[in-house]
Structures are given as C-alpha cells and as structure tokens.
C-alpha cells in the first residue's frame, strides 16, 4: 500500500517509516491525513511485527532540517469542545502506543527540528538517535500555546531523562540541541547527519551506556517521595514567579506530573487527555493559539527569495540606539560601518553593542572568539566614504527634523543607487524627512524599540513616495534579523507610541487625582502588564514623555491634552533611570532601590483610594479608543496588526490575545458604554469615544471582523 | 614590467608592548584596514586577488595571518592570502610580491602590508621541561612515573622567551644590539651622537602627532578588553625627552663599556600596516585614484653582525636599479631599528673608504637630515618587526603627497644581515 504522506518500506529486513513524504510547507507537521497513515501503517507492522517479519523499525524524515514540528496548529484550534479533544487524543493515544508495544527493537532517527507530537512519537521508541546537524534540536513546546503535551509526552519524557530534567523541558518549552540531548540522555546516540540512516541498523542493538555512579545516586534520589515533592514545590514558586499566575498551562503541567507519579499507562493517559481537553479550550490557550497565528501571519512575505539581501549594514548616530543596531547587524553577520562625529560618541556605540554582546558571552552562547569577530565586524568611523559598501543604511542621530535632512541628503551622495536609507525616528515625520532626498523611493521609517537587542518589534514606516519594493525588502531583512515587523503609515507616534500614549498620560492624570504610585504600577503588573506605567515612564525618560506629549497633542488634538505631570517631574530633573530619579530610585547599574520621596512633594493633591478594576480601565480604555482612531485613519490595515504591535512592542499580556482581542472579548458595547461614563465623570475630551468605535457598535460588528 | 599603483594605505596607531593594544591578536591589527580600504573605494569584495601579510611572531592560532585576514575582512572566500617572513623587513616584503604579481600580470588588485602583535609573543617551555613531559607522557606504571616526577629541578620552569631568541641571530649568535654595538665601535659613533639623533626622532614624532599630520594615515582600532575603546594615537613617544635624561640610561647590551641604550633603540611595539595596490587595468576599472607608484624595490645581503648598514646595500642596489642617484629623491624614511646603524648608514654612503668595504665603488652622498624620518621614526614610533616595512611607506606615501615631492625612498635594516629598500612617486603633486 502507497501513502501520500508518510514512506513505508520493508528493506533489508528492517522497516522504514518516513515522514514527510512529498511535504511542501516549510515544516512537517502532524495532520489529521497524516495520522490516519500512520495508523494505517501501524496496523502493517504490528502484523510483521506478530511474525518476527522484521530485525527493527526506524523513523526517519524525508524532508531536510525539519523531523517532525508536532501537530499542525490548527487542529488544536480547530477542537470544539473537550468531549471533541478527548475523542481525538484517544485514537492518538491507541497509536503512540502501539509504537510503544512493539517487541522489534525500533528508533527515532532524529536530523533536524523535532518538535511536541514528533518528540512524543520519538519517546515511543526504544531508543532516539540524534545528528549531528546543527539544525537537530528536540522541545516540547505546547506549554507556550497553554496547553500540554498530549500524546504521553508528559508520561514518557521522564521516564528517560528523569524528572528535573523533564520539568525543565515541559514548563519552559526550550529546545535542546543535539548533542546536549545525548548529554542528558535523551538522545541515546549521535550520528553525522550524511550517514545516519546507513550507520542506524549498527546502533540498534548496542546497548545503553551505562549510567555512572553520580548517575544512579541521582535516579535513586528522584524516586523518592520527599524528594518528588520538594521538586514540584520549587517548580510551583518558579512557576508563579514567572508567570504571576496568570497562566494555567505550567500549573496543571505540575499537577499532572505529580498525580500521575504511581499511575498505569492508560490512567496516566487518561489524565493527561482530561487536562489537555480543558487546556485546549480556556480563554488563555485560545488567546496564544491567536497570537501563534498572528505571529505566524506576519513572518509571512510573498516572494521572498526574489527580493535583494542584505549583507551589509550601516548605523549613522551611535548613541543607544545607534550602538544596538549596530549590534543587531553585528550579531547576524552584516558587518556595520558606524559612523558618528568624534571617536568619544563612537566609544559609546561600542560600549552599547558590547554590552548587549556581554550576556551571551556571559551564558557561554557565544565563544570569545566569535564575540571578538562579531564585535570587530563594527567599523567605526568617522567619515562616510566607506558608506558605498553598505545595502541598508539605518539613521539614529538625535531627533531634529533639520538635523536628519541633512544627514540624508549628504548620505545620498556616498552610497550606491539601489542602498536603502532609513530613519529610527520614534516621533518625527517620516513623510517630511523623505523630502530630504532625491530619491525618495529608496527610503523609509524603521522604528525600532529600546533596548534594541531585547524588543522583537519594528515598526516599518512608509510615506507617499515610498517604492513598495523598499518596503518589502525592509520585512524581509527584519525577519531575517529575527525581529517582527509591521508596516504603518506614518503620523503621530506611529502605532505604538500613539497607542501607548493615552496609557501614561492617563497614569499621569491618576496620579494628579491622587492615586499612588505603586496602586497605579500594581493594577497595571494585575493586568498582566511586564511593568507599571510609572516604571515604564522612568525607563523611557521623563524628558522624551513631554517631548512626545507635545508631539501627540499637536497631531491629535484636544484628546492627547497632556498632563501637566511630567513637565514638573522633567522641571524638578527627574528624568527616570537615565539620571537615577524619577518615580523610583536607581543605583549606578540601573537597579531599582525603592521609591523616590521626592514625588510626594511635588504630587500635592489627597490620597485617593481608587479600586483596581477603575484604574484599569482608565489606563487600558483610552487604549482601545486610540485604536480605533489608528485603524479609521488607515495608520495599519487591521485589527491584527495593532496586537501584534502591542504584544511584541509593549508587552501587552500575551494570555489576553492582544489589545483589540481583548476587547473584543469584553465587548465594545460595554466599552463605550464605560468610555462615555469616564466622558462624563471625568473629561470629555480624553474619554471622547471615537466615531469609528461608536459606529462599529452600532454595526455590531467586533475589532476582528473588519 | 607593467605599472605597479599605491592606491591607498593606512595603518594602525604605534602602541608600545604591553600597553593598549596587547589584547589584540595579529589578525585584527590588519583586517579592519583591508576592509576600511575596501569599503573606502568600493570595491566588490571577490575581486580581489591577493592578500599578502609580513608578520615575524606567527602566533601558533594563526600560522597563515594573511588568509586569516582575507577571511576576517570579509574579503570572498575564494581570495586566497598568504603570510611571508623577511625578519625585520616582512611588511615590505609583502608589498616588493604584491609588485612582482601585479607588475606581471597575473594580479591586478592586491592587499600587501603587515601586522604584529609583539606583546603576545609567547614564553615556552625549555628543552628539559619539554622533555620531561614527554617521559611523563610515555611512562605506564606508576614506579615509572615517579622515578620521572624525581627528576624534576626547579630550572626547568625558566621559560624560554620566544622574542628574546627571535632578536638574536642564530648565525653569528650576536643579539640585534650587540651588532648595533659593533657599528657604533668600528664606525666611531658617540653615546652623545646616538642619544641626539634618538631625542630628535620623539620631538618630531611628538610634533607630527599635535600638528595632526598622522591622523590620516591612522585608522582608529577597535580595543580594551570589552572592545569598547577606540585608540586613534600613537603611544610610546616622549614628547618630553632631552638629550640629557637619554644620557642617564644605562648601556642594555654591553653593561659597562657600551653606548646602545633602551633610549636610542627602538622599542617593542604593537602594530600593523596595509596598503591596497592595483594593476592599471584595475585603476580603470574601478576608477581608482592612487596616491602613487612603487617604482621598485631591493633587498641584499650582508654579514649578520653588521646587519644594520643593510639599508646602504639596499638603497645602493635599488639606485643602480632605477637609475636615478641619491640626490633626486625628496624624502626618505629609513627604520630607526638603533640610532647607532642609522647613522652609521649615512656614514658610510657619504664615505668612498668605508664604501669600498661593502664593495661600494662609489659616494653615494649625503642624506640630509631635513629629509629624513621627518616625523620621527623607529626610536619614537616603535618597531612591530612585521609591519614597519609596509608602515615606513605609508607615513612615506602621505609625507609626500602633503609636501607635493616627486621621489621617496623607504629602506630598512633586516636581522640576519640584509636590507631592503623600495622606491616610490607621489602622484599627488
């Protein structure tokens, strides 16, 4: 019998499965068609396998670089309810076992990615044989979609590496690379990729290496009760250190793991199937399974290989951002020039790259060799006479409209006519700067977000004149530095900063009213939010928040009114961490030590006591109102792209799906309804619900119908 | 043979042993200077048919600095790159072959200069610890081995100095100042003599440096250990040397009797050096605009305990070779590697007796002072034995073109008893 998608083959008295037969997509993955196969075939060798017709079984990957990347995604998505999840992992289960029940010695041939189902079915056989590809890496990633892995993989991954080790593995999701997976023994053989299914049949039999002494001690160790316990406790407070509770998947991971420790295969099972099915279906899981997609989605480029590369990068301005961009094209491999005006300012552009280079050597990511060849991969310089060399020039000098028009036009007349020229301006015109220059075509806005090497988001700008090939070729490259773009038009604050702006003024008018700093940054981390807004204001510098403040009030209008808050903390020179002090206080490294009693000098007005949920709701409605302006004055296209900014940009919780998701789930009914009482009570101007909103309501339509 | 084009060449800051630059291995005081070069004059990175690198230490990770540089410069990897070694003289090497292929034909654009890292050159092993590792290593019991443990006596951890044997000449066993010794002996050159000539070299140096004449033939590097400092001067010339403090240095090499100090030798410095040639088919192609020609160059031999006249026989041999008498040229940079043989260098060529020894039929003449190492030289600037070869004609190169002269003449004195020289023309007049 033929398959169209998994090989089967009886050859030299050993069978062959190979999956990714004829697959066309980037990666592998399990889908209903598939699984149907693979039990069909299943079936087939569990009669060879009655017959002694067979000396072994090996699953291999037709497909380069990828084993198998688990189930395809939009079956999970696509599970109506638990009763539908529970009936799909039972016929899942029946397979995955009868892999596991065969009496023929069988292996996982594993040479590239091996991802949640492809890792579970790998678990299933007697022994896993890595390559030595550097693409070979084995995780279990369902934990990140907040569900778990349902096909045994939380019932069989300790067996083999033991319990710490499998914890580590199903509550994080992190990939282990081949040889760290022969290491801690998940992988029982490594093998050079070319020769691997050849050399297979040898290593079949071989017996396990032995444990060491240590080894055994430690097995013993993991086995008893009260060691068990003190594991999971730990794993518990590590859990809800990282993810303040907000998330369910981890904690029934431990909860699983823990009831299951004296359980039979199929009650194990059973367990799992029950915890995945109700995984599957909370709000939390459905929220990251849209994030997955709106990821997924914009790391989507159409012809992508017919768009020029990138090989060499220039940074004009090499102050913090200067310094970290020359960092992002250092650390792929696309030797920046630097340039900037005195070897003082270029110092500190290193100092910046070295920096964000410090942690990876650090973690021993990065060897002292390739930190000095990355590092000296930056060309300082002091003239733009080498600037010729370089595909994608990036301007970060300061933010002065005169000042960067004079930059671009000088840079057009060194670099060469197909070079891309682009501005890291976080809140200047981008349509005026295009003015600078002959060719306007070539040129764009590439916001990127502070710092450089932490932040996945960048905003790409375009203006009227902007050639659309430009554009493209400025997604391709942001991916390929792995980073997510969006594209928006230009206006005020682009689509971040404008969102985020109506959020810290907001906090800023809450505290004039009176409510407490830390009431403020607490609502906010009760949201999900990584950090307060006053925490928040203190790294982006009270200085830069006036200067956007004016910004947005000239674009927008009354709406962006801003408080009069961080002019008098900018006037007292409470600037945030960059000079130690501002709603907190810092040490020289930049550590928060406490409060700072200086604002209660200067915020005079009573104690209020306001309760959490008002306060949220003044901080995140004037957001989803914004929004609403942003998506009528077509700044980006849809409701998707506004989340994946706000996620990848501010670190909107993730678990709520984004902002305009999460609206959508509170209902803009509901919204505008609260939005016109604040209107009311409060102001009218901020709370103005925006005629875009107010229409969709009546239309009844939600932010992901559009 | 064809035109041979100096396009361009800059060089690193001259940083004394042990000072900012120790950290930074060969490779990378040459490769950000190809790249610059490159990027500079915008040429594609797989055109380029030849890197070419003098350098005396190789460093056991890197017995090829040359291709390592190709490699690290983002040069294609199809470039190939090589390393040759003429002792002191290794930088001007590199470019007398970049001269050979280019003026041939068989290459048209060419990467030659020179690097080293003298700080990082190593300590070893000496013969009986090195032994005795290898008895330790073949013994199998255990009564073997300790028999071997007992041999061990404390010498055997003096370390052997791999720079110390490197200055020493291994023919006639006379270190480098030993023979700088002799000149000054035989050629009856005073301490005073010698200590003048080694304060004019810092003052010039040091005026060179504040009238910012050197900031254009230096290329800031990359250094510290975070690499997050940038060095754009040289470092190692006393600005405030006399004559006087120089006079109160002891003699190094003959303790009581000798006139070669630490003062008016050359010291062990950190550096590198590139030039990028081109054939003139290149020059077309790429629209080049080079700052001169090498016209030629000549390296002789002569005995190994007087190597520092090297230079006379150089300069002598590339005269005859060109034509052209000492007279005609404008400029000369000739190595400082002591005080004692540069001068002994000038005695000679103006002396027909002295001459004839070195089979010299002739005066050659006299080379004034105001047209020599007229920015310092060695004593001030530092001698990273691998790269002062290329580095003598960059500083020649932009001196000429600032003083709008045709004809300069770098030469240098070389360990083992020879001397190099090579002629070039300004083409910025």
């Avoid at chain 1, 990714?20 to 068609?33: A, Q």
């Avoid at chain 1, 991971?253 to 995984?279: C, P, T, W």
């Avoid at chain 1, 910004?551 to 000079?579: C, F, V």
């Avoid at chain 2, 041999?317 to 002994?344: C, H, K, P, S, Y």
Wanted: glycine share 8%; charged share 25%.
């Amino acid at each position: 019998m033929t398959y169209q998608h998994i090989s089967f083959e009886l050859k030299n008295d050993y069978i062959w499965i190979g999956l990714g037969l004829n697959e066309k997509k980037s990666m592998t993955t399990l889908t209903r068609e598939s699984l149907d196969e693979l039990s069909k075939i299943m079936a087939e060798v569990t009669e060879i396998d009655k017959k002694k017709g067979a000396k072994g079984l090996f699953f291999f990957s037709h497909k380069p670089g990828v084993f198998l990347a688990g189930m395809d995604i939009s079956v999970i998505n696509d599970l109506k309810n638990e009763a539908d999840a529970l009936r799909n992992l039972e016929v899942a289960h029946k397979l995955f076992n009868s892999v596991e029940d065969l009496k023929m010695p069988t292996a996982s041939l594993v040479n590239g990615i091996c991802l949640g189902g492809g890792l579970e079915l790998s678990l299933c056989c007697k022994k896993i044989f890595v390559s030595d590809n550097p693409k070979t890496a084995l995780a279990l990633p369902e934990v990140m979609l907040g569900v778990l892995p349902g096909f045994g993989g939380t019932y069989r991954l300790p067996k083999k590496v033991g319990l710490p080790p499998a914890l580590d593995m199903i509550l994080t999701g992190k990939q282990i690379k081949g040889k760290n997976a022969f290491k801690m023994n998940l992988a029982d053989a490594i093998l050079p990729a070319e020769r691997m299914l050849e050399l297979a049949p040898q290593y079949l039999n071989k017996a396990k290496k032995k444990k060491s002494l240590k080894e055994e001690l430690e097995k013993a160790a993991m086995e008893n009760f009260l060691t068990r316990k003190i594991i999971f406790q730990k794993a518990r407070e590590q859990v809800m250190k990282n993810t303040k509770g907000f998330y369910p998947a981890p904690l029934k991971i431990l909860e699983v793991l823990e009831k299951g420790a004296n359980k039979n295969r199929s009650d194990y099972l059973a367990m799992e199937a029950q915890a995945f099915a109700e995984l599957s279906q909370s709000i939390q899981s459905k929220n990251l399974q849209h994030i997955f997609f709106l990821t997924d989605n914009s790391k989507k480029l159409e012809n992508k290989d017919q768009l020029p590369s990138i090989h060499r990068g220039a940074v004009i301005g090499a102050g913090v951002m200067g310094g970290g961009i020359a960092w992002l094209f250092a650390q792929n491999n696309q030797a920046p020039l630097m340039k900037d005006i005195t070897p003082a300012a270029l110092e500190l552009g290193l100092k910046q790259a070295s920096a964000n280079f410090a942690g990876a050597l650090k973690k021993r990511k990065m060897t002292e060799d390739e930190f000095n060849r990355k590092m000296r991969s930056i060309e300082p310089t002091l003239t733009l006479e080498g600037m010729k060399s370089a595909d994608l020039v990036i301007e970060a000098v300061v933010e002065n409209m005169e000042l960067k028009k004079k930059v671009f036009a000088e840079l057009e007349q060194y670099v060469k006519p197909d070079c891309l020229l682009t501005s890291n301006t976080s809140s200047l015109s981008v349509e005026e700067m295009s003015k600078a220059l002959k060719n306007p075509g070539r040129f764009a806005g590439l916001h990127f977000f502070n710092p450089v090497n932490k932040m996945p988001l960048v905003e790409i700008i375009t203006h009227e004149k902007a050639d659309p090939k430009t554009i493209q070729t400025l997604v391709k490259w942001v991916l390929d530095v792995k980073k997510t773009p969006i594209i928006v038009k230009d206006g005020p604050g682009f689509l971040v900063n404008r969102i985020l702006a109506p959020y810290l003024n907001e906090a800023a008018f809450l505290l004039e009213e009176g409510v407490s700093v830390e009431a403020l940054d607490e609502a906010a981390l009760n949201f999900g939010m990584p950090m307060g807004p006053c925490r928040l204001m203190d790294e982006i510098g009270l200085d830069v928040c006036v200067k956007v403040g004016k910004i947005m009030q000239e674009g927008l209008g009354q709406r962006a009114i801003p408080s009069s808050l961080s002019t008098k903390l900018y006037d007292a020179k409470l600037l945030g961490k960059k000079n130690s002090k501002g709603f907190y206080l810092y040490d020289e490294k930049g550590k928060s030590t406490g409060k700072n009693p200086e604002i209660s000098k200067i915020i005079t007005s009573k104690r209020k006591h306001m309760d959490e949920m008002t306060i949220q709701m003044r901080l995140f409605l004037p957001m989803v109102n914004e929004a609403a302006y942003i998506l009528s004055d077509k700044i980006c296209d849809k409701a998707a792209t506004v989340d994946v900014g706000m996620i990848y940009g501010t670190g909107f919780p993730p678990f709520k799906g984004g902002l305009l998701k999460w609206a959508d789930q509170e209902g803009l009914e509901s919204i505008v309804e609260r939005l016109n009482n604040f209107a009311k009570e409060i102001n009218q101007d901020r709370y103005q619900v925006s005629p875009f909103l107010s229409l969709m309501v009546s239309d009844k339509r939600k932010f992901y119908d559009l | 043979m064809k035109p041979v084009y100096l396009v361009d060449g800059k060089r690193t800051p001259s940083v004394k042993a042990g000072a900012d630059l120790k950290e930074i291995a060969a490779p990378y005081l040459g490769h950000y200077l190809v790249r610059h070069l490159l990027d500079k004059h915008g040429l594609p990175s797989d055109q380029i048919d030849e890197v070419i690198v003098g350098n005396t230490g190789t460093p056991a990770k890197y017995p090829n600095v040359g291709r390592v540089i190709a490699l690290e410069a983002g040069l294609d990897k199809k470039t190939s790159g090589y390393s040759v070694h003429r002792n002191c003289a290794s930088g001007m090497e590199a470019l007398s072959q970049a001269y050979d292929k280019i003026g041939s034909g068989r290459a048209h654009l060419v990467f030659a200069g020179g690097v080293e890292n003298m700080t990082q050159m190593p300590l070893m092993f000496n013969k009986q610890m090195t032994e005795f590792f290898m008895e330790m290593m073949k013994a199998k019991t255990t009564a073997q081995k300790l028999k071997i443990v007992s041999s061990f006596r404390p010498n055997f951890l003096a370390p052997v100095i791999a720079i110390e044997q490197g200055l020493t000449d291994p023919f006639c066993g006379r270190n480098m100042g030993q023979t700088a010794e002799t000149l000054a002996r035989e050629l009856n050159i005073s301490r005073r003599e010698q200590d003048e000539f080694a304060n004019r070299s810092h003052h010039l140096a040091a005026a060179a440096t504040k009238e910012g004449k050197f900031r254009e033939e230096i290329l800031p590097i990359t250094a510290g250990h975070k690499l997050d400092k940038m060095i754009a001067d040289d470092i190692g010339f006393r600005d405030n040397s006399t004559v006087e403090g120089l006079g109160k240095l002891k003699p190094y090499f003959e303790k009581e009797t000798g006139t070669v100090t630490v003062g008016n030798a050359c010291p062990i410095t950190d550096g590198g050096s590139m030039w990028l040639l081109a054939s003139e088919e290149a020059v077309k192609k790429y629209n080049l605009d080079p700052v001169a020609k090498l016209v030629d160059y000549h390296f002789h031999g002569l005995e190994p305990e007087r190597m520092g006249l090297g230079p006379v026989l150089a300069i002598q041999g590339l005269l005859q070779r060109t034509g052209m008498t000492l007279d005609q040229i404008d400029l000369f940079e000739i190595n400082e590697a002591f005080a004692a043989q540069v001068l002994g260098c000038l005695k000679v060529m103006k002396d027909k007796n002295l001459s004839s020894k070195w089979g010299i039929n002739e005066t050659m003449g006299d080379i004034p002072l105001e047209k020599l190492n007229v920015n310092g030289g060695g004593i001030a600037l530092g001698h990273p034995v691998g790269s002062t070869g290329s580095r003598l004609v960059v500083t020649l190169a932009h001196e000429l073109k600032r003083r709008k002269k045709k004809y300069g003449l770098a030469s240098l004195c070389i360990g083992g008893g020879q001397g190099g020289a090579v002629l070039i023309e300004n083409l910025k007049l």
